[in-house]
């Protein structure tokens, strides 16, 4: 692929996932034209939380410092139950912790995580950033690939990476499966500023409230001048909505059934959005030739684990680092990359389906047996349960014990 640097790796969307392989890829060397569809790069108004794998791959992306600087530290991840106001069980996010994985667990505001992407992107002299360029379609002859834009042009490539998210273009034409599968849950978002936060709950921790078929989640965010609301609930939604803004009555109807604490929490929300989350089944292949699909797109997953963002992150260290290693050919490096990240994004595809079933959703006994069993956990156990994703890919035994 170095000797073929002159032509571009295409990368069709500008999300987290797109700019962190046009970075990695810079850095290995290879020249890359980002096409986004939208008429300027940028993210939801919203936070993230970032395990210490995000962070092993910033440093691999080169922006390591940059990302550790916009982060809020928070203390633990804290379990508690939507119903009787009680903890369950939380987890430290000490020194141990931080020493254990290598790297902290942080939260960040999305807009400042992509604006530390896009500045790494614009710092380098081999990435082109395109904003308007809605990827459409793909042909390729076997040496290039040309790409159809919704504007009419086309752009030539050595290859064509998909990373245009959970609708994804490119993967339409790559495996062809139709629509995500739509969960059924919806999530309302809100960000407000951290003085109308109730005082007794402004806590350093990702905290979620577990209750039956629904949990809210709040975190601190930019230097704890706002704080973060995500508020999930079974609702049977048939349908996929991105961002519709709701009433505040709408997102507390599904918590009517849960402790004053909780809808107190969503009462001091405000500018409610609400998503109706999809995901897919996993899939083992997604290449095609030149094409290769990476982060959402290849593996959309639902948010229980915290790790979409995370896992596009480390497909564009992968993916960077198999076309260095390839010698010339995109074809191999893209089958590589392929086969290196699939069983790990599958495990988090499936598991965070399982979490949302059985810690986040439960009630009666199925919540009183959850209880129990993270109830007798010590540090150690779950920093052992956790080692597998917050350690990275590259360990002696990357899927645990
Ligand atoms: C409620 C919620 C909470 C979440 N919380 C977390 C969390 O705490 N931690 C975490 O790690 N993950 C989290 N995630 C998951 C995370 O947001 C996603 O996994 C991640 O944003 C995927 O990045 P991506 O770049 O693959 O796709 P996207 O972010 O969807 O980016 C795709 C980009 O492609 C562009 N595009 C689309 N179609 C085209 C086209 N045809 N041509 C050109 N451009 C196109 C889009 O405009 C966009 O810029 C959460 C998700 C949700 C819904």
């Known amino acids: 692929?170095?000797?073929?640097?002159?032509?571009?790796?295409?990368?069709?969307?500008?999300?987290?996932?797109?700019?962190a392989t046009a970075l990695g890829l810079a850095r290995k060397g290879f020249n890359v034209c980002v096409l986004e569809r939208a008429s300027a790069f940028g993210e939801i108004g919203a936070g993230i939380q970032l395990g210490p794998n995000a962070f092993h791959a910033f440093d691999a992306l080169g922006v390591g410092d940059a990302a550790r600087r916009m982060a809020v530290y928070i203390e633990q991840l804290r379990l508690m139950d939507a119903v009787n106001g009680e903890?369950?069980?939380?987890?430290?996010?000490?020194?141990?912790?931080?020493?254990?994985?290598g790297n902290p667990y942080a939260v960040v505001h999305r807009g400042d995580l992509h604006g530390v992407?896009?500045?790494?992107?614009?710092?380098?002299?081999?990435?082109?950033?395109?904003?308007?360029?809605?990827?459409?379609?793909?042909?390729?002859?076997?040496?290039?690939?040309?790409?159809?834009?919704?504007?009419?042009d086309t752009v030539d490539g050595a290859g064509l990476v998909g990373a245009d998210g959970l609708w994804s273009?490119?993967?339409?034409?790559?495996?062809?499966?139709?629509?995500?599968?739509?969960?059924?849950?919806?999530?309302?978002?809100s960000v407000i500023p951290?003085?109308?936060?109730?005082?007794?709950?402004?806590?350093?921790?990702?905290?979620?409230?577990?209750?039956?078929?629904?949990?809210?989640v709040h975190y601190p965010l930019s230097d704890w001048r706002v704080f973060n609301l995500v508020a999930t609930f079974h609702s049977d939604a048939p349908d996929p909505v991105a961002g519709m803004p709701v009433s505040l009555d709408t997102v507390l109807d599904g918590f009517r059934h849960t402790h004053e604490y909780v809808q107190n929490i969503i009462r001091h929300g405000s500018d409610w959005k609400m998503w109706v989350l999809c995901d897919r089944d996993p899939v083992d292949?997604?290449?095609?030739?030149?094409?290769?699909?990476?982060?959402?797109?290849?593996?959309?997953?639902?948010?229980?684990?915290?790790?979409?963002?995370?896992?596009a992150l480390e497909d564009a260290v992968c993916l960077a680092e198999c076309a260095e290693a390839s010698d010339g050919d995109v074809e191999r490096a893209f089958v590589d990359y392929n086969r290196q990240r699939v069983l790990?994004?599958?495990?988090?595809?499936?598991?965070?389906?399982?979490?949302?079933?059985?810690?986040y959703h439960p009630a009666g006994a199925h919540a009183a047996l959850r209880d129990a069993l993270l109830r007798q956990k010590t540090d150690e156990d779950w920093f052992d349960a956790l080692q597998w994703l917050y350690g990275g890919p590259k360990q002696s035994r990357p899927f645990g014990n």
Not at 87 to 98: S, V
Not at 194 to 216: D, F, I, Q, S, Y
């Open 344 to 359: 790990r994004t599958t495990r988090l595809q499936l598991q965070s389906r399982e979490i949302g079933q059985h810690i």
């Open 194 to 216: 951290t003085e109308r936060m109730p005082e007794e709950l402004r806590w350093n921790a990702a905290t979620l409230w577990a209750g039956p078929k629904c949990h809210v």
């Open 87 to 101: 903890e369950i069980c939380h987890i430290p996010l000490d020194e141990r912790f931080r020493k254990r994985f």
């Open 285 to 311: 292949r997604w290449t095609e030739g030149r094409v290769v699909l990476l982060g959402d797109a290849a593996h959309p997953m639902l948010q229980y684990f915290a790790q979409g963002a995370c896992m």
């Open 1 to 19: 692929m170095r000797g073929m640097s002159e032509q571009p790796i295409l990368v069709a969307g500008g999300g987290i996932g797109g700019l």
């Open 117 to 152: 992407l896009l500045q790494g992107c614009r710092d380098s002299s081999r990435i082109e950033l395109r904003v308007r360029s809605e990827v459409l379609s793909y042909e390729q002859d076997g040496s290039r690939i040309r790409v159809q834009l919704a504007t009419g």
């Open 169 to 189: 273009k490119v993967r339409q034409q790559v495996l062809g499966d139709g629509p995500p599968r739509v969960s059924g849950h919806t999530t309302y978002r």
